[in-house]
């Protein structure tokens, strides 16, 4: 088996992401790990929990155009990625997300601590290449997204906390034997770099901004509701005297 590694990239963020690629007869494999530690202020009022249980809203912040997303059920949405371009194709990835939260420690993933307060499950379940034709379609494609988000709490100091996994596995389709090896890792590359900057970008930048503008929301609604109860006392006093 032939592998090579690529660079370890870090950004302002607290973020970094590493690739590797890999090829076993046929299969080549490209695989990615995104690693997050950003911090966030949290109010007194609004939490990050708060904030995590809302996953409609959290799979929004990460995958920004509305019109890409589709939810199926509780728990999955289906998610078309942005276009891919290689050579002379053009393409795009479907996948199904699932997302579940849990709390209390209860059923953690390993790299989660047990103290963390919520954690944010992320797992494709299903995935399909669009947009080929039919000759380049490859034989076998599996897409793996498999993470996890939640908050780390340090003294005064609240972090995002993330933890993302990607694969993308593609086997040569028959009309493409003679195709170098490189232009197959290049096709299995390409799909997993703009699979990963996409989500980097979300969950790197887009959530945490949009985290603070959860919480200034909520705050304003807190004392609309703080003002709106005040109000009453005092019109409830006023009718007793």
């Known amino acids: 088996m032939k592998r090579s590694n690529y660079t370890k990239l870090t950004n302002s963020y607290g973020a970094n992401s590493t690739f590797s690629a890999s090829k076993k007869g046929n299969t080549m494999t490209c695989s990615s790990i995104i690693s ?19 996953r409609p809203r959290v799979l929004k912040a990460v995958f920004p155009a509305q019109h890409r997303s589709n939810r199926l059920n509780e728990e999955e949405w289906k998610i078309q990625m942005v276009p891919i371009q290689f050579l002379f194709l053009s393409a795009h990835v479907v996948v199904v997300m699932r997302m579940r939260c849990k ?9 989660v601590p047990v103290h963390a307060t919520t954690v944010l499950e ?6 399909e290449l669009r947009g080929l ?5 490859p034989s076998e494609f599996t ?16 972090l995002l906390k993330g933890h993302l996994e990607m694969s993308v596995s593609l086997v040569r ?27 980097k970008h979300g969950m790197n930048v887009s959530l945490p901004k949009d985290f ?19 109000s009453t006392s005092i019109n409830e006093l006023k009718r007793d005297s």
């Open 212 to 230: 603070n503008n959860f919480r200034r929301e909520r705050q304003i609604i807190l004392r609309q509701s703080s003002h709106n109860a005040g």
């Open 103 to 111: 709390t209390h420690g209860k059923e953690y993933p390993s790299n």
């Open 36 to 54: 997050s530690n950003i911090p966030l202020y949290e109010s007194p009022e609004v939490s990050l929990d708060e904030y995590l249980q809302d």
């Open 173 to 199: 389709p028959p009309l493409l034997t003679l195709v170098p090896d490189n232009v197959l890792q290049g096709m299995a590359e390409t799909i997993l770099r703009s699979m990963s900057e996409e989500i």
């Open 133 to 137: 034709q039919s000759s380049f379609i």
């Open 122 to 127: 992320l797992q494709t379940t299903k995935w």
């Open 143 to 158: 897409v793996c997204v498999k993470g996890t988000v939640y908050p780390e709490r340090k003294e005064k100091q609240s």
